[in-house]
């Protein structure tokens, strides 16, 4: 088992209607498939909660990952990554508000992380606790680094999300390289989404009508 220390996670979510014109401006500015280079990663998410959603109520997340590579490697257990994470807002933070028109640009959250190798033990076990796994959601993710020579991109992660809702990158790091990634990429503030994919998700089926379920592909 390894964790990632606490820290503060500062992010945005954006919207793309053009996956391909996105790929070919982060192929214009020299980015690269970040950590090992595994590609298109395909993610399982469970949000876990209790029954009174007292997690939610305090704006913290509790969440097991699955994360699947394509390809290849797809069917082989070892090449899966089984990451628990919790989120919660900053010390002196006000609970997070994620609605629409929030003054804040980016997202700041305090994460703790650490990668485990049995996700389904790990849910028994909350259950066991009186917690539930009340939300389902997936995506494929590629992860992009701009070049090292971009020194004002240090420690910035640039992720292309294909999700059941539509195509979004989240941009997560220092602030203000997040700034200036998302204006080489051709966005301004006005397009930040501070709103998790949940939050989206409620919002797309409001405005289509529909019931909320889990956000999955359709198969």
């Known amino acids: 088992m390894s964790a990632k220390n606490m820290a503060h996670e500062t992010e945005i979510k954006l919207r793309v209607a053009d996956a391909r014109k996105f790929r070919a401006r982060l192929k214009e500015l020299g980015a690269g498939m970040a950590g090992s280079g595994t590609g298109r990663v395909h993610e399982w998410n469970v949000l876990f ?35 628990l994470t919790f989120k919660r807002p900053i010390d002196g933070d006000p609970v997070w508000d994620e609605r629409e028109g929030s003054e804040r640009r980016h997202k700041v959250r305090e994460e703790i992380e650490v990668e485990v190798s049995d996700a389904e033990t790990l849910a028994r076990i909350f259950e066991g606790l009186g917690m539930r796994g009340w939300f389902r959601y997936e995506k494929y993710r590629t992860t992009f680094r701009l070049p090292d020579s971009e020194k004002w991109a240090e420690g910035l992660l640039i992720e292309l999300d294909e999700t059941p809702i539509g195509v979004f990158a989240e941009l997560e790091g220092p602030a203000e390289a997040i700034d200036r990634a998302a204006k080489e990429m051709g966005y301004g503030e006005r ?19 529909e019931k909320p379920g889990d956000m999955v592909f359709q198969t």
């Open 49 to 83: 909660d209790t029954p009174r959603e007292d997690l939610r109520q305090r704006g913290q997340l509790l969440r097991i990952r699955t994360q699947t590579p394509e390809g290849a490697n797809a069917t082989k257990a070892e090449a899966r990554r089984v990451l």
């Open 191 to 209: 397009d930040y989404i501070v709103m998790n994919y949940l939050s989206l998700y409620r919002a797309e089926c409001q405005r289509r009508g």
